[in-house]
């Protein structure tokens, strides 16, 4: 039994479906929250307030060199803990600014998580996001934090700490269910936030997910795609337009349920991704993660920036079959996504 005023939240992994990552760059994106992967986070008040480190995420004591090595070879070096701080703190500096009063109370806040890392599948907003929702109930301010500004704060939190991301993460997480995002420069510069319009998960085909259990590709850090596109080099600019385009015509895809023109799409994307980045930048495995479902004729492409790829098979089981086949020769895991429905409650509905 959960004691008196504890406060708990789930947030979900997400994937891209298309558009991504034209959110970095004034685009659309469509993504979605997956249930198959989550991180949790529960608030109990306290008389200190306390971060609480995770028992095996956060965890210090090692039985030798090698073993310490090896975990931050596979893990880093960080655990949630920061992303915890960071989210008060924003969350705090964000209440001040706004003129929302906050009770002086404590809490203590901990965390579990099974998305698994660096695998573009958004695990440390997930972490951040199941946070921010525990502080709104905590301090009963949800009503007075818009919807469309939460996606901005757990960003912040993640910005606080020099992690690079995109908006697209975040609000397919504060949403749940799936979401068509315009962050036209137009909405970003007038409101600080983009347009987000959540549709319904049953236009969606059966979708699956391929993922590595230790991604070791870097090669997102070497990009140069960003300052490409700020230098205004004309082919990254009309390329990221493409990109952008493509949840447009996504979205008149999904609800024609048209699923080939959606297959023509999500190759689309992962083809201009390709000849923006390169090869390079990709990292092996991630090409070959799309290249295993290509080779059995299903579409497929980044969920985020690599670490696992979101997959539709036009012809159905007899295919996942053979997918399944192709993974497990290439040590690749595979998984039916389930996708998390429309996550926002009456309180939060009412600041939209
Ligand atoms: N499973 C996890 N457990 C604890 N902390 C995590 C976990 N995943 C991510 N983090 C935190 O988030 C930071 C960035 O994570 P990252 O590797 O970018 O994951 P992702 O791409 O899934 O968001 C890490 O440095 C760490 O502080
Ligand atoms: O490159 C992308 O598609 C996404 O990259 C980041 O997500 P990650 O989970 O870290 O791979 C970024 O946060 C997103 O906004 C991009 O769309
Ligand atoms: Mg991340």
């Known amino acids: ?46 008389n200190d307030l306390l971060i609480q480190p995770h028992p095996v995420h956060d965890f210090v004591r090692f039985t030798s060199l090698p073993q310490l090595v090896n975990r931050l070879n596979n893990e880093g070096y960080y655990g949630g803990v920061r992303l915890l701080m960071a989210i008060c703190k924003v969350f705090h500096n964000y209440c001040k600014e706004n003129a929302i009063t906050l009770i002086e109370k404590n809490f203590t806040l901990s965390y579990d998580t099974n998305i698994p890392r660096q695998t573009g599948l958004s695990g440390s907003s997930a972490i951040v996001c199941a946070a921010l929702n525990c502080l709104l109930d905590f301090y009963d301010v949800r009503h007075l934090i818009k919807v469309e500004v939460r996606p901005g704060l757990v960003l912040a ?65 070497h990009s140069q795609v960003r300052q490409r596109w700020l230098n205004g080099e004309e082919f990254i ?27 023509a799409l999500m190759n689309r994307n992962f083809d201009l991704r390709r000849s923006m980045f390169g090869d390079a930048a990709l990292g092996d495995l991630n090409i070959k993660m799309v290249e295993v479902a290509r080779k059995v004729g299903a579409a497929s492409k980044f969920t985020g920036s690599g670490g696992a790829v979101v997959v539709y098979c036009p012809h159905g089981d007899s295919q996942v079959k053979l997918l399944q086949e192709e993974c497990n020769q290439a040590g690749f895991l595979l998984q039916p996504i389930e996708v998390v429905p429309f996550c926002l409650n009456d309180t939060d509905l009412k600041t939209l």
């Open 1 to 46: 039994m959960e004691g008196e005023g504890v406060i708990k939240h789930k947030a979900y992994a997400r994937a891209g479906l298309l558009g991504n990552p034209s959110d970095v760059y004034y685009g659309n994106t469509i993504s979605f929250s997956l249930a198959n992967f989550s991180a949790t986070v529960i608030l109990h008040p306290s």
């Open 157 to 221: 939190a993640e910005n606080e700490l020099g992690i690079v991301a995109g908006l697209q993460d975040r609000v397919a997480q504060v949403y749940g269910g799936l979401v068509y995002m315009d962050f036209s420069e137009e909405n970003m510069d007038k409101v600080g936030h983009g347009v987000y319009e959540p549709l319904d998960v049953n236009l969606l085909p059966p979708l699956h997910l391929i993922y590595a259990e230790n991604p070791s590709d870097s090669g997102k850090v």
């Open 237 to 263: 600019v009309s390329s990221m337009k493409e990109v952008a385009n493509l949840a447009k015509e996504g979205r008149k895809a999904l609800e024609k349920k048209d699923y080939s023109k959606l297959a």
